[in-house]
Nanobody, 115 residues
Framework: QVQLVESGGGLVQAGGSLRLSCAAS????????MVWYRQAPGKQRELVAV???????NYADSVKGRFTISRDNAKNTVYLQMNSLKPEDTAVYFC?????????WGQGTQVTVSS
């Protein structure tokens, strides 16, 4: 079992920045990918950024150039640095780790961007 705990969400003005963290504990081995998703009210959950076991990163077109995913293997933590935030970035952000082929989810952290 893997437990994920997100932190770092909050209220920020448009143009501001936030850094989300997702710390993992438990049986962490053979990590396939670490992913950030988000879900806005009334919308489907969407992938925001992913970093795979080899360190390759991919981003949704809507956040390219503004968001950066990174990881600290020693701390079993993945981060999402969010810059130049826009009101349309408002959502609950979830981290998702795929470990040995099994997907684990965090509880989510709210990000609200005011105009």
């Amino acid at each position: 079992q893997v437990q994920l705990v997100e932190s770092g969400g909050g209220l920020v003005q448009a143009g501001g920045s936030l850094r989300l963290s997702c710390a993992a504990s438990g049986s962490i081995f053979s990590i396939n990918a670490m992913v950030w998703y988000r879900q806005a009210p009334g919308k489907q959950r969407e992938l925001v950024a992913v970093i795979n076991s080899g360190g390759r990163k991919n981003y949704a077109d809507s956040v390219k150039g503004r968001f950066t995913i990174s990881r600290d293997n020693a701390k079993n933590t993945v981060y999402l640095q969010m810059n130049s935030l826009k009101p349309e970035d408002t959502a609950v952000y979830f981290c998702n780790w795929v470990v040995a082929g099994v997907a684990y989810w965090g509880q989510g952290t709210q990000v609200t961007v005011s105009s």
